[in-house]
């Protein structure tokens, strides 16, 4: 760039994002019978996101000032996508036991600002456990969707309904203090 002259065009820049989500959730649960309960998990999220740009022309950082451009932080809170839960447990013999649970996730957050979904989600989970010092536990579910969620902003490609899955040990460390080890995925 001459002293005083325009801007080169750039051939290239190069984008830094940073995004922050904070999700803190009230949840209750209520055994209504012996072998079944219900419960509620209410979400407040809050998602940060920064941002960053340099011009480059010919590998050379070509952005007005010399300077990296930055972009506000901006920010949104608000309650996510509540879910409601029921858990049916099937048997229990010994130290061993299952159950089925039905989680409703409604669309109550904003997808707008990366709050929610915007669609309704019905998991059904089948659960295992056993009961003892060492105690393994598994489930396994398929969530269905109401409709896609589109990735892209000509909608050619979604994310719609997936499979969950959690494989873990809860340990008796101490009479107060129990470890949990979970692996938990899922697969759209």
């Known amino acids: 760039t001459v ?4 801007t080169p065009l750039p051939d290239a820049s190069q ?10 959730v009230g949840f209750a649960s209520f055994g209504l019978y012996d072998r079944f309960d219900v419960g509620i998990a209410v ?8 941002a960053d740009v340099a011009l480059v022309k010919n590998g050379v950082d070509v952005t007005p000032g010399g300077n990296v451009l930055v ?28 159950a089925v649970e039905f989680e409703l996730r409604l669309p109550s957050g ?4 990366l709050r929610g979904t915007g669609v309704t989600r019905t998991l059904v989970s089948a659960i295992w456990s056993r009961a003892g010092t060492v ?15 589109p990735l892209t902003q000509s909608n050619a490609v ?14 008796v460390a101490h009479p107060r203090a129990t470890v949990i080890f979970d692996l938990v ?4």
């Open 185 to 188: 995925g899922r697969r759209q």
């Open 110 to 113: 904003d997808p707008d600002n």
């Open 15 to 24: 984008l830094r994002t940073s995004i922050v989500s904070d999700t803190y």
């Open 135 to 149: 105690s393994p536990h598994a489930s396994l579910g398929y969530e269905f969707w109401s409709a896609g969620v």
């Open 3 to 6: 002293l005083g002259g325009p």
């Open 43 to 50: 979400p407040w999220v809050r998602i940060s996101l920064r």
């Open 71 to 98: 972009l506000p932080e901006d920010s949104a809170q608000g309650i996510g996508d509540i879910a409601l839960t029921a858990k049916y447990r099937v048997f229990e013999r010994d130290a061993h036991g299952a």
């Open 158 to 171: 979604s994310a719609r309904n997936q499979i969950s899955y959690t494989a873990g040990l809860e340990v």
